[in-house]
């Protein structure tokens, strides 16, 4: 019998200090596994990936979830997140970056760093992979989050300066957001680089066919804190849950993320199975320009009316909370927003009837990955007590999106998930509601006079530190539960399961994605 993982674990402890909690599963089994066990440094990880491979590795703009996951063995940073911990670690850098004035910050590289191709890491390339990032003709994904950056510059071939505009409390935390990529390679053909990427992680990717698999290698010559403890790694692409279960069970690999809720309990008879409760969530997005949901009171109808006990209770089988702010509750900057939408079906209606509307058509976008698609009924039935005659459009999420892109949305429920980005409050928010698509083309809320105080509270809370932050982010919390352009329904836990007889040290994340940073095969 495989082992179903009890009480406190190793990761809880560490998510504890720093980022989510884990919620472990009850069951039966010994906590005993082979995580004490000598390594094979031959060996071969198989892995099966919930979601297919699409979009660009380039880490300018790589945010699908199979490239980010391939990217956090692929690429480093300065410092990096541990995909686990979601704690900042020197990783390209020699350790982690002071400084005396919080403006000026002198980085040394580590010694002996190399790219893929055998090349020399040089300050040259760092100060090229954040100037392409913070250049806005890129139109990088990332660079708000890089935003508090005024210059970086080379002071030799081995060091960079990198000076901020402000004193900023989340430095290390955000340098991850630039991956250092080789200046020659992609300069030279972004394209190709993109499709073929090249690094300093342990790991070298040897190839990637979408809806089938990727092979990395070991990176025999990687010098930093994480070296590649297998020979190489397959990462087979299943998006079919059974097939995803029965390839875990099945022993052709050795862990599978995103286990189907419905196949928890079978699976911890056997395997190793682990729920973590992360930022991952379900939010529901207004198109805040056209009847019914420019009236702000309409959108809050819609959320009062869900009866999120049976939503979560029966359509996810209780593995979510019910959102009752922006973070969950377990984020370490969670504050409980000054509106909380619990199930009042008589308040949506009032709201309804204030706004001229007490009854009304709406069709409600759904995305048709497999657990949205389970809620998604529930939530219409919810809505249709409360005066919504909602008609269902469940459809793959790129066409779906291309309909909210070309302004064909009322409104749309989606999952999301940018804490694969980060896990400070400023970078989920910004991810929703910074100077992007999301604002201004999709819930078309960018020209509003509660975007402009919104967007002033987070450009002010970039400044601070400590309580006087926290106290600004929690501003933020509740103006945007009080207007809810877009904003959770609720947070989900991710399963993971693996067999822990094969993995040694091998933890789940709570985010999308597997990690194998430390992990190794058991001889």
Not at 79 to 103: H, I, N, Q, W
Not at 352 to 364: H, K, Q, W, Y
Not at 372 to 383: F, K, N, T, W
């Amino acid at each position: 019998m495989r082992h179903l993982k009890l009480g406190v674990s190793r990761r809880a402890l560490g998510l504890a200090a720093g980022a989510f909690a884990t919620i472990s599963v009850l069951g039966f089994g010994s906590a005993a596994t082979a995580q004490d066990a000598a390594i094979d440094p031959d060996a071969t990880i198989q892995a099966a990936i919930a979601y297919g491979l699409s979009g660009t590795f380039d880490p300018l703009n790589a945010s699908g979830a199979v490239t980010l996951a391939a990217n956090w063995h692929i690429f480093e940073g300065l410092v990096d997140l541990d995909p686990v911990t979601r704690e900042p670690y020197a990783a390209l850098a020699a350790e982690m970056p002071s400084s005396e004035d919080g403006l000026s910050y002198e980085i040394t590289l580590r010694d002996g760093a190399v790219f893929h191709d055998g090349s020399k890491v040089t300050a040259d390339d760092v100060v090229f992979s954040f100037e392409r990032v913070l250049d806005p003709d890129s139109q990088s994904l990332f660079r708000s989050f890089v935003s508090f950056i005024d210059t970086v510059e080379a002071v030799d071939e081995d060091t960079v300066r990198i000076t901020t505009k402000f004193p900023f409390s989340l430095f290390n935390e955000r340098l991850g957001s630039v991956k250092i990529v080789p200046r020659a390679l992609a300069e030279d053909n972004a394209e190709s680089f993109g499709q073929q990427p090249v690094g300093t992680g342990p790991y070298k990717l040897i190839s990637a066919v979408p809806e089938a698999e990727i092979l990395f290698e070991r990176f025999n010559d990687y010098t930093g804190p994480r070296p590649a403890q297998a020979k190489d790694m397959v990462w087979n692409l299943i998006s079919d849950p059974t097939a995803r279960v029965n390839a875990l069970t099945s022993g052709t690999v050795m862990a599978i993320e995103d286990v189907p809720y419905i196949d928890a309990d079978a699976v911890a008879a056997t395997e190793t199975l682990e729920s973590a409760q992360s930022f991952g969530l379900l939010f529901a997005m207004f198109n805040t320009e056209a009847e019914p949901f420019d009236d702000v009171r309409v959108r809050q109808a819609f959320l009062y009316a869900l009866d999120m006990d049976k939503i979560i209770g029966t359509g996810m089988l209780g593995n979510a909370e019910a959102a009752t702010s922006f973070l969950p509750s377990t984020h370490p900057n969670y504050h409980e927003a000054s509106t909380v939408y619990s199930h009042n079906p008589e308040r949506a209606r009032e709201l309804l009837a204030e706004a001229g509307v007490p009854e009304l058509d709406i069709t409600l976008m759904s995305t048709d990955h497999g657990w949205v698609r389970d809620v998604a009924p529930m939530i219409q039935e919810s809505l249709d007590e409360v005066g919504f005659n909602v008609t269902l459009d469940i459809g793959q999420s790129g066409g779906q999106y291309g309909k909210v892109d070309a302004g064909e949305m009322q409104v749309m429920i989606a999952p999301g998930d940018p804490s694969v980005f980060g896990n400070d409050p400023d970078i989920l928010m910004q991810w929703w509601y910074g100077d992007n698509i999301w604002p201004t083309t999709r819930y078309r809320w960018a020209g509003s006079d509660e975007y402009a105080q919104l967007t002033t509270i987070l450009g002010e809370a970039l400044e601070l530190e400590g309580n006087a932050q926290q106290e600004k982010w929690n501003e933020a919390f509740d103006l945007l539960s009080e207007n809810v352009p877009l904003y959770p329904l609720f947070h989900r836990q991710l399963p993971t399961a693996w067999n822990a007889d094969e993995l040694v040290g091998f933890q789940p994340v709570p985010t999308t994605g597997l990690s194998f940073l430390d992990v190794g095969v058991a001889e």
